[in-house]
């Protein structure tokens, strides 16, 4: 995108504050400079994930441009501080799954009300990457105002990620440490992310909550994903209904080609952006 079709784009940042008094919800709204849009995109990050990753800000400005209010968020325990960094992993420790699902719920309901864009907004699309897919898919299966869904490398299960070692280690109560391989940190997952994951099994039941979606649905994976399995994707497919549409990219890896930070769309990111926008521009 050229500096002058950025200039075109307003960008206003949000805070949501959850009613336990916790940290907030941060986003950014970017929307066509003079326009009050009837449809909004909410772009959901994945694990180890945040709103400024990679691809996720031009993406925003082109569905900005295409006509939409763009919304991308940080989860609030995603372990991004102030900084930018991973410097609260305190937070990342007591994520949940519910927690996620229950704070995009809350971005859903701020942009349907009005409250981040200046006026009730009807057509609600999500589209989510990787553990974000599968939170999208659940809040697609149990919210009425998303009208359009979009899920990239999503994940089909949550439970079954988990080896019986790291199972183990939360049922002793002790943490589970995942590397981030960009930062070569060790985050941490606490037991209370089990104990959520039990707690809320059928709530939190991706390949269920994929039969319960209505809305139009584009699945995108590519088939060369080492985190994410391509078969998760004919997984979710498989579970859908006639309102889904697989797409599988050849030789494609779990982030389309792209690092962070940014330098740049790869050609598989300008296919899936393409794919994505057209499929919003069609079911919005």
């Given at each position: 995108m ?8 307003t ?36 694990f ?62 701020a942009?349907a ?40 490398a ?21 943490d ?39 809305v139009?649905w ?53 296919t ?13």
């Amino acid at each position: 995108m050229s500096e002058g079709e950025a200039r075109k784009i307003t960008r206003t940042t949000f805070e949501i504050r959850p009613a336990d008094g916790g940290p907030p919800v941060v986003g950014d709204v970017r929307m066509a400079a003079g326009t009050k849009p009837g449809s909004a995109v909410i772009i959901v990050h994945g694990f180890k994930g945040f709103r400024l990753w990679g691809p996720w800000q031009p993406l925003a400005r082109a569905l900005a441009l295409r006509g939409h209010a763009a919304v991308n968020f940080d989860f609030s325990h995603n372990g991004v501080g102030p900084d930018g960094e991973f410097s609260r992993l305190d937070l990342f420790r007591e994520n949940t799954q519910s927690r996620e699902l229950d704070e995009l719920r809350a971005v859903i309901g701020a942009v349907a009300g009005g409250e981040l864009t200046g006026g009730k907004v009807k057509r609600i699309g999500l589209l989510g990457h990787s553990r974000g897919g599968g939170d999208a898919i659940l809040a697609a299966a149990e919210d009425a105002r998303v009208s359009a869904l979009v899920t990239w490398a999503s994940i089909a299960d949550i439970p079954g990620r988990w080896s019986p070692e790291q199972i183990a280690a939360w049922r002793r109560g002790d943490d589970v440490p995942i590397e981030n391989v960009r930062t070569k940190q060790q985050m941490p997952i606490g037991p209370g992310y089990w104990v959520d994951l039990q707690q809320n099994r059928d709530r939190l039941d991706i390949p269920a909550a994929a039969a319960r979606v209505t809305v139009p649905w584009l699945i995108v994976h590519g088939d060369a994903d080492t985190s994410v399995s391509v078969d998760e994707a004919h997984a979710l497919f498989a579970a859908a209904g006639d309102n889904a549409e697989l797409m599988i990219m050849e030789g494609t890896d779990h982030v389309f080609g792209v690092r962070h930070p940014y330098a740049g769309p790869s050609a598989d990111l300008r296919t899936a952006a393409e794919a994505t926008m057209e499929w919003f521009e069609a079911n919005l």
